[in-house]
């Protein structure tokens, strides 16, 4: 060995960075490079996905309608629905960040997809111990379904508004406004398909009443109708097996194709940076702090105070598909006006889905949720005072579809909201989305048949009141922090044209009282400083 040796630092330990301290690693994560001609690949996997979630829920929405009138007796369709989302409450807290990490965004989809096959194949023999573990394993596998569609949409729309140079938070809605509105007319096919198959039979026609008796029936009609005392409105005959075979045939092969089109024809992820070595995403984190992550996220103020509109969501969902159509439709004008009724909300969902999508970038966010919440708010209150008439159908009629419109705004803006706010947990956020949707459906379905419709309607006015003051203090908290943030900017700018040293001009801007902004998960992440666009 030559040269000089000193000694005297033999023994010194390395010293340890200071507890907080991260050094800047976005020179060490790897980059997504991508041309400027992705956006058209990202199109199509974005009409992918919308097509695939169409085909499934037209299988599962077709299935889940028929519950109550093919699966009356002792109330087994509706036990097997309550199974469902209360199994998805459960799902939602475990399961899909630690199945997303290990499957991969695009094989957990195919995996939960498959899940939904069981409960339609069983509608040919339908138990209680056929049934409901059916359906507890459609809301096991619900959840990492529901949160991985939305982080491949949120991650794409993230790429999607680099790569065009638009505004991330209109992007990311407009991609969900494009999906709800193929996955809102799953109501129209699966309503179609049952009714075509079942038209031939006489089975829950709604026309064996009497014409004398049909005025002291409309007093017990809407808000005044209960389960206990509906005198038979809703006892159906279960058709005949051939029938219920030839639908759960349909339907079950809508499940495989909806499987087949995300595995063959999917991008993965990976391609628009889901595993990017030292980013986020890809770190190793122990199976318990992936089971955990969905009950952070419920630490974060923003999320507290979006519970409640989220809830909401489920409850008026519920609503829509059980009880308006029990004790206003089918308590008014019959069993066999149902499906019509409900082809009319899906379509105008559908429509309002795309519509809200494109028009929020012109007028923004807040002036939709506006409309959504004057629009319920207004139909719960008319519903509260209407007396349904078989004498004038187009009300019903427009009552779902207006129904819809509210329906589209919480379903696109809510989504979009969850996928601005929380960008570095995407997979524990659009969890939460679910567990609390699914909370409301459970609600909704637990008083289902203890309450009158009276009683339901004002605790859907009380949740919706108490979601809108949530959300309005999530809006006045994120542009309050979004201009703190431009005006640290501007003071950072100003500092570094006098300073030349850059690391002077953040000390300089500490100094002169540059307010500081705490990072948190609504700002951009490693994605979005990670994406390099070519042009070649």
């Not at 005044?224 to 339907?251: A, K, Q, W």
């Not at 009141?465 to 201009?483: A, D, N, P, S």
């Amino acid at each position: 060995m030559t040269g000089f040796t000193n000694g005297g630092f033999e023994n010194d330990e390395p010293v340890k960075p200071k507890p907080g301290f991260e050094p800047d690693t976005a020179s060490l994560r790897e980059k997504v490079i991508l041309n400027p001609a992705e956006k058209w690949r990202i199109l199509k996997n974005i009409g992918i996905i919308s097509l695939a979630f169409m085909v499934q829920f037209t299988a599962f929405q077709g299935t889940a309608n028929l519950q109550s009138s093919i699966n009356a007796e002792d109330g087994l369709g509706t036990v097997s629905l309550s199974a469902i989302y209360a199994a998805l409450v459960v799902s939602c807290i475990f399961l899909p960040t630690l199945i997303i990490r290990k499957l991969t965004v695009k094989w957990t989809l195919v995996f939960s997809m498959l899940c939904y096959a069981p409960y339609i194949a069983f509608q040919l023999f339908p138990r209680f111990y056929t049934l409901v573990p059916a359906g507890i394993l459609v809301g096991l596998g619900a959840a990492p379904m529901w949160a991985s569609k939305a982080t491949y949409l949120t991650q794409v729309g993230q790429v999607y508004a680099k790569i065009t140079e638009q505004a991330v938070d209109a992007i990311i809605v407009r991609f969900f406004g494009f999906f709800f509105l193929a996955w809102q007319t799953a109501e129209l096919w699966g309503n179609l398909i049952s009714s075509l198959v079942l038209s031939s039979g006489g089975h829950g026609g709604g026309g064996g009443n009497d014409n004398s008796t049909i005025p002291k029936d409309l007093q017990y009609c809407g808000a005044n109708f209960c389960v206990h005392g509906s005198n038979g409105h809703t006892n159906l005959e279960r058709p005949p097996d051939h029938e219920i075979f030839e639908i759960s045939m349909i339907y079950l092969s809508c499940i495989i194709a909806a499987v087949a089109i995300i595995a063959f024809f999917l991008d993965p992820l990976k391609r628009y940076g889901e595993k990017r070595k030292g980013s986020q995403s890809a770190q190793e984190l122990s199976g318990m702090e992936l089971l955990s992550a969905t009950f952070r996220q419920m630490k974060k103020p923003n999320q507290q105070l979006l519970i409640p509109i989220t809830v909401f969501i489920g409850m008026e969902q519920a609503f829509i598909g059980a009880d308006f159509t029990q004790a206003y439709v089918s308590c008014a004008l019959g069993i066999h006006q149902i499906g019509f009724v409900m082809i009319c909300f899906g379509v105008v969902n559908a429509i309002c889905s795309i519509l809200f999508g494109s028009v929020m970038k012109y007028i923004g966010r807040t002036p939709i949720i506006v409309l959504g919440a004057v629009v319920h708010f207004t139909l719960i209150t008319v519903e509260l005072f209407w007396r349904p008439n078989p004498d004038n159908p187009l009300i019903f009629y427009a009552m779902s579809g207006l129904w819809g419109v509210g329906d589209a705004v919480w379903q696109t803006q809510i989504n979009g909201l969850y996928g601005l706010l929380f960008r570095r947990n995407k997979e524990a956020a659009f969890s939460n989305y679910r567990l609390w949707e699914s909370a409301g459906f459970v609600i909704a379905y637990a008083y289902a048949t203890t309450l009158c419709a009276r009683m339901k309607l004002y605790i859907l006015l009380a949740v919706l009141t108490l979601g809108c003051i949530g959300y309005i203090v999530v809006e006045i908290l994120y542009r309050r922090k979004q201009r703190k943030l431009k005006k640290q900017e501007k003071a950072e700018a100003a500092e570094k044209e006098k300073e030349a040293a850059a690391a002077k001009a953040a000390a300089e801007s500490n100094i002169n009282g540059t307010p500081e902004v705490e990072e948190t998960d609504d700002e951009l992440d490693d994605l979005e400083e990670d994406i390099v666009v070519t042009h070649f």
